[in-house]
């Protein structure tokens, strides 16, 4: 059904560079806007989980990802004041592939594919309106009709904002710290380490064979802060923030001499994903907190699941109710389970934290099989399977 089909995509982040590729290997003609002049990605990891490097396979992109980056070995959770561990999931299974990459890395490789399956990216296109039943996108203040549209703008989606009126992004009490320190350390394992205090975590792992270090220190806020990649910072500022976290957490802030913040805002997930003529993916259909490492991988499982449904179903309708239907449950399901995270990482000293610790550190020690079980249907879902 798509040989030939016209599709425009919004946004040239992971989900829109995705689904086009997605959709250009099928046969559609893909065009991307992208209101940035330049693709150029900040300093920042990403975890690629199994399910979205399932996507990634499928998209025959997996090798490009192999050799950008290196297969992680266990994710970590570790007590803020002396660093004990607490937790540790194993991530070696052969078949549940799991990669710590560099954002700039991801966006090539995806680039690059939506490149050669023929989709053309078009760079310095602003939109600020859609009109989902008419087809039509003012671009860089013109009127543009499509016969198709994708919105993949993320937080801010014009698409989203048509599709459902009214809601604004929310503060969601959290603040991020980013840095990407200097590390020169190709010792250190790949594998991503989690320091819990009350109100705070601090996420660490290597980048790029150990050339870098990437740092996300969180910290539970009243007051709003600026959303977005780029906003500077003190950087003695997340230092402050965790000076009674282990001497181990306080070097690493140390050294991070560039520092940006990034206030955390969602929406809820959003009601309508798709009606007329535009349908949205990734952020702009349900930004998550990043505490279970999922908006980009949500975002490559709607590219999958988007294309594959608009080239199997036989009006544009069908589709988007098809894959609405697939992907709002998983979605809800796994921002749920970030919140849970948020909850679970920031608890006080007292007897709550103490008991949740204590299981954790039971589990992985007596029954470290059951631990990996738990997050198979999260990591063992794979939707090019479906
Ligand atoms: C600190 C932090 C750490 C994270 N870590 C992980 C992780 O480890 N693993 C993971 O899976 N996810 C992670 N995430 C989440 C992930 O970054 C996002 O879910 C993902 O980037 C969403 O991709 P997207 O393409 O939907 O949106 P975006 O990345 O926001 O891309 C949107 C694109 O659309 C363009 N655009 C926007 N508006 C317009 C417009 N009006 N006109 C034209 N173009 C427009 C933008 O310039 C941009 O290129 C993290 C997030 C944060 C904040």
Known sequence: MLNGQEITVLGAGIAGL?????????GAQVRVLEQADAIREVGAGLQVTPNGVAVLRALGLEGALQAAAPLARAVQLRDFRRGDPVFRLDLTRPDRPYHLTHR??????????????????????????????????QVNGHTETAPLIIGAGGLHSPTRAALNPGGQPFFTGQVAWRSTIPWDDPTTPPEATVHMGPGRHLVTYPLRGG????????????????????????????WRAFVDFCPEVRDILYRAEEVFLWGLFRHPVARNWGQGRAVILGDAAH????????????????????AECLDTHATTEAAFAAYQARRRPRAARVIDAASRNARNYHLHPGPTRAAAHLALKLGTRLAPGLAARQFEWLYGHDVTRH
Not at 112 to 135: C, F, N, Y
């Open 287 to 306: 930004p998550t907190l990043p505490f279970l490492a999922q908006g980009a991988n949500m975002a490559l499982e709607d590219a999958w699941v988007l």
């Open 104 to 137: 700039a890395d991801l966006i090539n490789i995806l680039r690059q594919g939506a490149s050669e399956a023929g989709a053309r990216i078009e760079l310095g296109q602003h939109v600020t309106g859609v009109d989902p039943e008419a087809g039509q996108m």
């Open 211 to 238: 050339a870098l270090l990437n740092v996300v220190a969180v910290e539970e806020r009243d007051a709003w802060a600026a959303e977005g990649w780029h906003h500077r910072d003190d950087p003695q500022a997340p």
């Open 18 to 26: 995705a689904v086009a590729t997605a959709l250009a290997q099928r």
